[in-house]
């Protein structure tokens, strides 16, 4: 369990982690354009006294060494990049770069690993383990900063036996944090579709080749490929977000776009969906007179946690949060690039609940209106550091 002097070690550093989020939370950048909020990290690892390398532009990695001749080695990552979202809250630390915000929480994530990294820093010698600490770019874009990462060697020298993560999660009360051993999040693609048909008056659809018409008998359609075509125990999700049509009421156009997700939690299904989809679109066109371009962008692997780290982090955390603190969590269908982890060595992400109904603090990541109870910071502190000193 974490001693006593550790538990004072967190409540010291739990302002300066404040001040940290707050700065970041202030002052966003998107995926791959991370180079003041890296410049600001590398700052602070500086002025610590903790040695790291540049990769994958953006990207941060280091390694703190302990006393004794181990070579077993953890990995802690946090993401760094922000999202295309207008903030609407009010605040002191509401951000300052218009059209950008820490909607996703990876200013806390980055603001608990530099805190837990001082706090390691200084009791180095009470280390069993080499801790390799990564702050990740992009991970709310593809290709996914973890997958780029990990070709340029982030794993290797030394070699990372077990990696872990954390991440918000505002459908838990801060003071809680959230475990699902197993399979827990979806692959997730891009669909793209383009409905190319012959536009003309609205009056005259005899004339014309419906794209709008044919997109809907689309959108309709592919949903079979789910209910019809899935195994009932395979998760899997077909949505579609973004249609635009620019025809008017009295107009048909001659070409609708189509923009959606699919989501599944097995490679061999997701590689005949792939196919059905494709399949099924341009069939339907095709019946209506019109063509389809279809584009899937293959994305995120599912993210599987390795069931014995993750049931041994379960243990540990509950010995130092309290066994009604540790929440099993089902699958969800949500994405995250950490799965590139998950799949070249045993990784458990963590869920940190940042929920407060007394103080409102309770919209969802990805709204213009996210925010955290602050405790959430000092439980995440006390996560990262309950698995290194374990």
Known sequence: MINTILSQHIDDVFKEVLKIREYLHQHPELSFKEFETSKYIKSKLNDWGIAFSEIATTGIVGVIEPSNNTHHCIGLRADIDALPITEENNTNYCSVNKGVMHACGHDVHSAMLLGALKIIKQHQEKLNCKVKFIFQPGEEKLPGGASIMIKEGVLENPKVDEMYALHVFPELEAGKVGLKSGMYMASCDEIYISVNGKGGHGAMPHQNI?????????????????????????????????????????????KVKLEGTFRTMNETWRTKAHHLIKKQTTFIANGFGANANINIIKGYPFLKNDIELTEKTRTILKQNLGKNNVIDLPIRMTGEDFAFFAQKIPTTFIRIGVKNESKNIVYPVHHSKFDIDPLALKIGLKTILSVVFY
């Open 210 to 254: 419906d794209p709008i018409l044919t997109s809907a008998h689309i959108i309709t359609s592919l949903q079979s490929v789910i209910s019809r075509n899935c195994p009932p125990n395979i998760p899997a999700v077909l949505s579609f977000g973004k249609i635009e049509g620019l025809g008017a009421t009295n107009v048909i156009p001659n």
